[in-house]
């Protein structure tokens, strides 16, 4: 090889390498700028001025979905499966104790709302604070647009400083406060009051379903319906989900066509889930596991809301 055709390549290899170099750098930089301002805002929920009595024991620490562990070790997986991002850590002290603040960020409102959904229970004490709020001895919990709000206080009287606290973050979070669009489109008679969830994976059991969202529905005396009602991006999608869904009930119990449910509807049943009925709307699949006598009208009456 001549001296000509040595130095061209390799100048040519180092400018490729010096461009990859660049454009690694570009994208170091601006991953860093977003952090920053994911935790600026994050710091502006809980800054000065506080409620009276609060204040603040130390920095804020901070939390990535690579660090997360650190934190919660047994439940940084569950966070993680719902795009968590950051998560704001903070002490403070109060009038007889002390006030822990964890706020989740986790990207936009229906995964706050899912990780919400998955710790909550309809027994528990609710609080109308952001989208839906519960609390017990020493905790409140509650979610607001995109950020998941947890807060412990321990000692005695400590608790009295839940609430003025909760309430000044939901302000200062402003945002999003009603639960996710399509829970809205669903029945609301004989909703399972703070049922609603919303699961990226394996909804009852069912990877091909998820994402979905799940809603309760009671009748005096029967045993509870679960609605479910799955996302996918196209029309084609819902039926591909659809047929999955024909073809775990063909292999497990029993499964025939329904045309008077509707778009693709079906009647299905085996021994562990009970019966079933089903159809699509456009991109929607959806689903009444243990349906009432008038399933088939609350089948309808959800698909003509989606429409």
Same mark, same amino acid.
């Given at each position: 090889?001549?001296?000509? !055709?040595?130095?061209?390549?390799?100048?040519? %290899?180092?400018?490729?390498? %010096?461009?990859? #170099?660049? %454009?690694?750098?570009?994208?170091?930089?601006?991953?860093?700028? *977003?952090?920053?301002?994911?935790? +600026?805002?994050?710091?502006?929920?809980?800054?000065?001025?506080?409620?009276?009595?609060?204040? =603040?024991?130390?920095?804020?620490?901070?939390?990535?979905?690579?660090? /997360?562990?650190?934190?919660?070790?047994?439940?940084?997986?569950?966070?993680?499966?719902?795009? #968590?991002?950051?998560?704001?850590?903070?002490?403070? *002290?109060?009038?007889?104790?002390?006030?822990?603040?964890?706020?989740?960020?986790?990207?936009?409102?229906?995964?706050?709302?899912?990780?919400?959904?998955? !710790?909550?229970?309809? *027994?528990?004490? #609710?609080?109308?604070?952001?989208?839906?709020?519960?609390?017990?001895?020493?905790?409140?919990?509650?979610?607001?647009? *995109?950020?998941?709000?947890?807060?412990?206080?321990?000692?005695?009287?400590?608790?009295?400083?839940?609430?003025?606290?909760?309430?000044?973050?939901? =302000?200062?979070?402003?945002?999003?406060?009603?639960?996710?669009?399509?829970?809205?489109? /669903?029945?609301?008679?004989?909703?399972?009051?703070?049922? !609603?969830?919303?699961?990226?994976?394996?909804?009852?059991?069912?990877?091909?379903?998820?994402?979905?969202?799940?809603?309760?529905?009671?009748?005096?005396?029967?045993?509870?319906?679960?609605?479910? %009602?799955?996302?996918?991006?196209?029309?084609?999608?819902? +039926?591909?989900?659809?047929?999955?869904?024909?073809?775990? #009930?063909?292999?497990?119990? !029993?499964?025939?066509?329904?045309?008077?449910?509707?778009?693709? &509807?079906?009647?299905?049943?085996?021994?562990?889930?009970?019966?079933?009925?089903?159809?699509?709307? &456009?991109?929607?699949?959806?689903?009444?596991?243990?349906?009432?006598?008038?399933?088939?009208?609350?089948?309808?009456?959800?698909?003509?809301?989606?429409?």
């Amino acid at each position: 090889m001549s001296m000509s !055709e040595f130095f061209p390549r390799n100048v040519r %290899l180092a400018s490729i390498v %010096l461009a990859m #170099f660049v %454009l690694a750098s570009a994208e170091i930089s601006m991953e860093a700028q *977003r952090t920053d301002a994911i935790q +600026k805002r994050l710091r502006s929920f809980a800054t000065d001025p506080l409620p009276n009595g609060v204040t =603040r024991e130390e920095a804020a620490s901070f939390y990535k979905p690579d660090t /997360l562990y650190e934190y919660i070790d047994g439940g940084a997986d569950v966070y993680l499966l719902y795009d #968590f991002q950051r998560l704001l850590h903070q002490n403070f *002290r109060t009038p007889g104790g002390e006030l822990t603040a964890d706020i989740y960020d986790l990207g936009k409102p229906e995964n706050a709302f899912g990780i919400y959904s998955a !710790e909550r229970s309809p *027994r528990y004490k #609710f609080v109308t604070i952001g989208v839906e709020g519960y609390r017990s001895e020493g905790t409140l919990n509650f979610v607001q647009d *995109r950020y998941y709000v947890k807060l412990a206080a321990s000692g005695a009287g400590a608790g009295a400083a839940l609430d003025p606290f909760a309430r000044m973050l939901s =302000r200062r979070i402003g945002g999003m406060a009603r639960a996710p669009a399509l829970l809205a489109k /669903l029945p609301i008679q004989h909703r399972v009051a703070h049922s !609603e969830q919303y699961v990226r994976k394996d909804p009852l059991g069912h990877a091909f379903l998820a994402p979905a969202y799940l809603v309760g529905y009671a009748w005096a005396g029967k045993q509870e319906s679960k609605l479910v %009602l799955s996302v996918a991006s196209d029309s084609a999608g819902a +039926k591909a989900r659809l047929d999955q869904f024909v073809k775990h #009930f063909q292999q497990s119990g !029993e499964c025939t066509a329904a045309a008077e449910l509707g778009e693709n &509807g079906i009647r299905a049943k085996n021994s562990y889930e009970g019966r079933v009925i089903a159809r699509t709307q &456009g991109r929607y699949l959806i689903a009444i596991f243990n349906p009432p006598d008038n399933g088939a009208e609350i089948l309808k009456r959800t698909a003509r809301g989606l429409q």
